[in-house]
């Protein structure tokens, strides 16, 4: 015989989980999120609390789970082998940093929208100076996508050893951006300082030192380091996001803060980025558009666009405009500028795309 019906009504209440411990999601992996509890990322010393492995809640739907964010966990939280969680609450992301695979909105790689990490206070840019040399498109698009999430940015300038910083530097010199220099055996205090109390994010190509910085700055991290090839190309070493909290500073008691090291990174599409705030990652530029006739695209065909004008009295490099046109055709699918028409270094012409 059938049972009968339940008389107990059907309600839509989700539980509240009152008894709920707050974390921080440090790694991602096939489903499973590794989380520290809320004092660990506030500073405590990593060892002295428990990584717990969790899953997510059914009443969580289609939310995603990434590194950085801030998360509500309950069932078994004391990190022991076998022990799994759940978590039932995304708290609200005060930042996010996102990247789609094309730059190109009508593309399907285009609509596809990867938010590489939450709650970030600052995106490192680690570029080479030499072997391989830096690609100044590839950190234009980098300072868009953080001036985008409004996320600091920071250059790492690597193989300090190898070149000179001045053309580099001279190329962002109306920006002010903060940068540091780094040395295979350089001190990294001054990298540090910059690092203490902040989530900061690693972003880089491939061979230009981001692993080995990382092992440098975390030498538990235990990183994967590889070699260079022979045309100037890296090799992807880092395979998976990670946040690794950074070791205290002896004698100081103020959160030494944490990094998350990304993947080696091929392409940094900015679909994703409206056209206006496009420009905002070029504030060199935007006070040239002040004289810019009503609805200017601001591209080359424009032949009133006032930051032809502001370029040729000096007050930005063309160079810098030129990379902003070049983002904004490679927008509106005119061309690809990852594949032919993107600065290799300040002084190398258009060889090579910026995500190459």
Excluded at 131 to 151: E, H, K, M, N, S
Excluded at 308 to 319: L, M
């Amino acid at each position: 015989m059938r049972p009968g019906k339940s008389s107990r009504p059907r309600t839509r209440t989700r539980p509240q989980h009152a008894d709920a411990v707050d974390g921080f999601v440090i790694a991602v992996d096939r489903g499973r999120y590794q989380c520290v509890l809320a004092g660990a990322e506030r500073g405590v010393v990593g060892a002295e609390l428990p990584t717990v492995t969790a899953m997510r809640a059914r009443e969580l739907g289609r939310k995603s789970v990434v590194v950085g964010d801030r998360v509500s966990l309950v069932g078994d939280t004391s990190g022991a082998e076998g022990a799994l969680a759940r978590i039932v609450r995304i708290a609200e992301r005060r930042s996010v940093l996102r990247r789609t695979a094309d730059d190109d909105e009508t593309t399907a790689e285009g609509r596809l929208e990867r938010v590489v990490v939450a709650n970030a206070d600052q995106l490192v840019i680690v570029s080479a100076l030499a072997d391989p040399p830096p690609r100044t498109g590839f950190i234009d698009r980098c300072l868009v996508a953080a001036y985008d999430a409004d996320v600091e940015p920071l250059l790492c300038l690597t193989k300090a050893d190898l070149a000179g910083p001045e053309e580099v530097l001279g190329y962002y010199t109306e920006l002010e951006l903060p940068y540091v220099l780094n040395r295979p055996d350089s001190d990294l205090g001054a990298l540090r300082a910059l690092l203490g109390g902040r989530v900061s994010v690693l972003v880089g190509h491939s061979g230009v030192g981001k692993s080995t910085l990382v092992n440098r700055l975390v030498p538990d991290a235990l990183r994967a380091v590889g070699v260079v090839s022979a045309i100037g190309r890296g090799r992807h070493t880092s395979t998976s996001a990670v946040a690794l909290r950074l070791p205290p500073v002896p004698g100081v008691d103020t959160d030494p803060g944490w990094i998350i090291d990304t993947p080696g990174i091929r392409s940094f599409g900015l679909a994703h980025v409206s056209a206006d705030s496009l420009l905002h990652g070029f504030p060199d530029l935007v006070e040239g558009t002040v004289d810019c006739p009503p609805n200017c695209q601001h591209t080359a065909d424009e032949a009133a666009c006032g930051l032809d004008a502001w370029v040729a009295a000096g007050k930005a490099d063309p160079r810098r405009l030129a990379s902003y046109r070049r983002l904004l055709a490679s927008r509106a699918g005119e061309g690809d500028s990852r594949g032919e028409s993107d600065q290799r270094g300040p002084g190398e012409g258009d060889r090579r795309g910026p995500d190459e």
